[in-house]
């Protein structure tokens, strides 16, 4: 090598060399700008901050003797939550659920304007049609579930679909 080359070669070294140490510094800069900008932005960002929420949540533990509610897992927000709407009157309960069987006589049941059909069931009672009604009732013709399969019905409201039903029955 030359002395011209290595003079060269060195000078080129020490170039090289500074500008390595010149991008690690602008590295280190850029970093602590970030720190000090950036980051407080995306804590502070109420979607990071519901997602860590989130996430926390995963880990907490229920301690007896304290209020644990907010330990109570909420639906996510949006989800579709599959309730059935509750019916308010004897009508809504017949054209929501009874219907389904005795508007045409489905599974054997009576259908409602089938007056022969009727006739002799109305001829039982009242509170005999009421009972079959919430409680279930298994018949010649099939099986009546107890309040029509809607548990979560109240008596009154099936005594009311029970009464419709009657209605038009007659
Ligand atoms: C899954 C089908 C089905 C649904 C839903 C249903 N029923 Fe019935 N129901 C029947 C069948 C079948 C019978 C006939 C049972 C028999 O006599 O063999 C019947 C019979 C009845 C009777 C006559 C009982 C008797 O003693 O003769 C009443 C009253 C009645 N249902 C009321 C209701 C009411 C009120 C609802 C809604 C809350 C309802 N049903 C929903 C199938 C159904």
Known sequence: MSTQDSKFFNIFSLVLGILIVITILLFAFARGVGRNTQLAHVESDPK????????????????????NS??????AAGAV?????????????????CGA????????????????????????GT???????IEGYTGKSGVMPAKGGRADLSDELVQAAVDHMVSKAQ
């Open 81 to 97: 939550v599959a309730t059935l709407a509750m019916p308010t009157s004897g009508v809504e309960v017949y054209e929501q659920v």
């Open 48 to 67: 990071y901050v519901a997602d860590v929420e989130t996430n926390l949540t995963s880990g907490r533990v229920a301690i007896a003797g304290q209020d």
């Open 101 to 124: 069987c005795h508007l045409n006589g489905i599974g054997g049941a009576p259908k409602s304007d089938d007056r022969a059909a009727w006739a002799p069931r109305i001829a039982q």
């Open 127 to 133: 509170a005999t049609l009421y009972k079959h009604a």
């Open 70 to 75: 907010a330990l109570a897992i909420a639906p």
